[in-house]
């Protein structure tokens, strides 16, 4: 087994890496057009990578190529958070203004 392999995981980190940006992408353009019953599961999705990328064995990640490789990723998640959380500002104010109307009762169905 030479030296020169990288540990099996790593395409798999990688990929983990992208589908968070992919979904933080998504979750922000999901509460801007206000499709709020989609958040909870996109929401989850984002939760179950991010807990599955707490337990990478990070001394696998020190060869230099994915060194450099989820350098540019982290640099590109960053990038893309900074531009999730601004848009998120853009929009609070309809996310405050939804969790502060009422709850609908269960009469709330009928138009009369």
Do not use: Y
């Amino acid at each position: 087994m030479s030296g020169d392999r990288p540990p099996p995981q790593e395409p798999d980190v990688l990929d983990r890496l992208l589908q968070v940006e992919r979904l933080l992408s998504q979750l922000t353009d999901v509460v801007k057009k206000g499709n709020w019953e989609t958040i909870p599961d996109i929401g989850f999705e984002l939760v179950e990578r991010l807990e599955w990328l707490k337990t990478i064995d990070k001394g696998s990640m020190n060869t230099p190529l994915r060194i450099k490789q989820l350098g540019e990723i982290q640099r590109q998640l960053e990038l893309n958070a900074k531009s999730c959380l601004a848009r998120l500002e853009q929009i609070k104010p309809l996310i405050d203004a939804f969790a502060k109307k009422p709850a609908p009762s269960p009469d709330d169905h009928r138009l009369t």
